[in-house]
């Protein structure tokens, strides 16, 4: 499949390239494109055929829901039962933006956007882009991350041309995302609000405005049989090697790794902190993930370097924990659904 490859100013984006990208989705062709959190890979959430075409790209199951973007309040009421006014405290102030909303779905919606649950989960980007290609094509657009299932999310162009290109139409491409983990999913269609994936819109900052907000068990690792969301079910996010996480606080975390280091024989690396770096063997190989003194920096990293580490011919990583605090439960979150192995204390 010849793909076109569109690159568009951020600063400026140019209606003509957005024009053409809207001119696939119209058509009911794959459009990858990006958004502030990763790359997502879009079809018209109207037309299940569209979509469909989404999940064998991907190879991702079938009852894995998708995320439906809009590109205003006006679209999003056309798509769910619920009023959504009654939420206007939180899509005030956090739409658009890096946050999920899940309501109860209109008959518009096909079941194969929901992955076959009564649901729909409803996303407004930030990013001008994202929006623009929305608004040009006229429909929403259900898009999950621009990757093949299970791999690291995509965060810059390079990520989305290797895993895409010659496999969809289109490729918009714009430089790198900047949250680097996708977006926070709260569920909205029952009595009481329920975390069900963290992101960048901290779970601190939630419960300021939905003081009855539960955090569901999968979010701190416990499998969900069935997912409500995407991401709860399968695991994601794994590199090309094992990943070994350490689980528990970092003075036990940092001595585990030490003490697994004298037994390996194959290339490994240890992902770690900006501060705890120097703590480890000299002669070890060690890369960076960011400082704990500003994780958003960690989040942002996070992927590209999971992606990165089968290009140095490593054999193992193994990774430190981070706090949990702010957007630390969703780099958590991620790295326990990448590893291929956990070790709690």
């Given at each position: 499949m010849?793909?076109?490859?569109?690159?568009?100013?951020?600063e400026?984006?140019?209606?003509?390239?957005l024009?053409?990208?809207?001119?696939?989705?119209?058509d009911?062709?794959l459009?990858?494109?990006?958004?502030?959190t990763?790359y997502?890979?879009?079809?018209?959430?109207?037309?299940?055929?569209?979509?469909?075409k989404?999940f064998e790209?991907k190879g991702?199951?079938?009852d894995?829901?998708?995320i439906?973007?809009v590109?205003?309040?006006?679209?999003?009421?056309k798509l769910?039962k619920n009023d959504?006014?009654?939420f206007s405290?939180?899509?005030?102030?956090l739409?658009p933006g890096?946050i999920?909303?899940?309501f109860?779905k209109?008959?518009?919606?096909?079941d194969?956007?929901?992955?076959?649950?009564?649901?729909?989960?409803?996303?407004?980007?930030?990013?001008?882009?994202?929006?623009?290609?929305?608004?040009l094509?006229?429909?929403?657009?259900a898009a999950p991350?621009?990757?093949?299932?299970?791999k690291?999310?995509?965060?810059?162009?390079?990520?989305?041309?290797?895993d895409?290109k010659?496999?969809?139409e289109c490729?918009?491409?714009?430089?790198k995302?900047v949250?680097?983990l996708?977006s926070?999913?709260v569920d909205?269609?029952?009595?009481?609000p329920?975390l069900?994936?963290p992101?960048?819109?901290?779970?601190?900052?939630l419960?300021?405005l939905?003081p009855?907000?539960?955090?569901?068990?999968?979010?701190?690792?416990?499998?969900?049989?069935?997912?409500?969301?995407?991401?709860?079910k399968?695991?994601h996010?794994?590199?090309?090697?094992?990943l070994i996480?350490?689980d528990g606080n970092?003075?036990w975390a940092t001595k585990?790794?030490?003490?697994?280091?004298?037994k390996?024989?194959?290339k490994?690396?240890i992902?770690?902190?900006?501060?705890?770096?120097n703590?480890?063997p000299?002669?070890?190989?060690?890369?960076?993930l960011?400082?704990?003194?500003?994780?958003?920096?960690?989040?942002a990293?996070l992927?590209?370097?999971?992606?990165?580490l089968?290009?140095?011919?490593?054999?193992?990583?193994l990774?430190?924990p981070f706090?949990?605090?702010?957007?630390?439960?969703?780099?958590m979150?991620?790295?326990?659904?990448a590893s291929?192995?956990t070790?709690?204390?």
């Open positions: 010849n793909t076109k490859i569109l690159q568009i100013s951020l400026n984006p140019e209606i003509e390239k024009n053409t990208a809207a001119s696939y989705i119209k009911n062709k459009v990858a494109f990006p958004t502030e990763v997502g890979l879009g079809a018209n959430a109207l037309n299940g055929n569209a979509v469909r989404i790209v991702r199951p079938s894995n829901p998708l439906v973007h590109s205003s309040i006006k679209m999003a009421k769910i959504i006014e009654k405290s939180l899509t005030d102030l739409w890096p999920t909303l899940i109860n209109e008959n518009v919606i096909p194969i956007v929901s992955g076959g649950l009564s649901t729909i989960a409803l996303r407004y980007p930030a990013h001008p882009i994202a929006q623009q290609l929305i608004e094509s006229g429909v929403p657009i991350s621009a990757n093949l299932s299970g690291p999310s995509p965060t810059n162009e390079a990520h989305v041309i290797n895409l010659g496999r969809v490729l918009v491409l714009s430089g995302t949250f680097g996708e926070t999913i909205l269609s029952k009595y009481k329920v069900l994936r992101g960048p819109v901290s779970v601190e900052r419960k300021e939905l009855e907000l539960s955090i569901h068990p999968s979010v701190k690792g416990e499998e969900a049989k069935n997912p409500l969301a995407p991401g709860m399968y695991r996010y794994s590199p090309e090697i094992e996480l350490y970092l003075d585990k790794i030490i003490n697994e280091t004298k390996i024989k194959g490994y690396v992902l770690c902190s900006e501060e705890t770096i703590f480890y000299h002669l070890s190989r060690k890369v960076s960011g400082s704990r003194k500003e994780l958003y920096s960690v989040a990293n992927f590209d370097i999971l992606l990165s089968s290009k140095n011919d490593y054999e193992l990583a990774c430190e706090p949990e605090t702010g957007i630390g439960l969703a780099i979150n991620r790295l326990r659904k291929w192995k070790v709690k204390k």
